[in-house]
Each structure stands twice: as C-alpha cells, then as structure tokens.
C-alpha cells in the first residue's frame, strides 16, 4: 500500500526554520516525482514544491523560491522540505504525496491519489 506520511511541523517565529521529513513505503521511490502541498483553512490545497528524483529536478511555487529546498534521500525513502525565513502566510497543514508525471505545478492537487495526514506548521507574528 502506498504511504507518505509527513512530520516535523511546529510552532515557529516569523523567520525561523523548520525541516519537514516524508517517509514513503509501498511504492518505487526513486521511480516518481514527490511534491510538497499545504493547505490552510479555508484555502485550496495548493503545490509548494516537487522533485524528479530520477534527474534530481527540483521545482518551486513562486511563494517558495528562495526560501524553500526540497530534497531527498533513497537510501531512506525520504524527502524533505527545508523552510527558511518563514512567514505568518506560511501556516498550513503540509502534506507530500506523489506528484503525477510531475505535473502538478500546473494541475495543483486534483490529480494526486494517495495523500498522508499531513504536519502541522505555524509561524507566528
């Protein structure tokens, strides 16, 4: 069974780091993009950032340059998210799940199949 379960959020200041941690099982890791995806409430579940592991491509939301790294481990089937100088606008619920052919920069979250429980994030004022 595919699994992606999403850790390391927290309470943090306006310009601190966190560092999400995605743990992935059931599935050819290496094999599929992984993409990061936040949802505040009462907001759409929008894309943050992905990797195409098999080429080491990373991409990134406007909202995310520059301040976020994504990257990855195979030996331990993780991903990860590197947060700095965060913002109150970043609050969210994060999640990572497979990217679709690497596409949801354009599609956003509508074609993802499997998404985790998500991490909590919050950046205070």
């Known amino acids: 069974e595919v699994q992606l379960q999403a850790s390391g959020g927290g309470l943090v200041q306006t310009g601190g780091s966190l560092r999400l941690s995605c743990a992935a099982s059931?599935?050819?890791?290496?094999?599929?993009?992984i993409g990061w995806f936040r949802q505040a409430p009462g907001n759409e579940r929008e894309w943050v950032s992905s990797i195409i592991q098999s080429d080491d491509i990373t991409y990134y939301a406007d909202s995310a340059k520059g301040r976020f790294t994504i990257s990855s481990d195979n030996a331990k089937k993780t991903v990860y998210l590197q947060m700095n100088s965060l913002k109150p606008e970043d609050t969210a619920v994060y999640y990572c799940a497979i990217d679709p052919n690497g596409s949801s920069w354009k599609h956003g979250s509508r074609y993802v199949d499997y998404w985790g429980q998500g991490t909590l994030v919050t950046v205070s004022s």
């Open positions: 059931g599935f050819t890791f290496d094999g599929y993009a």
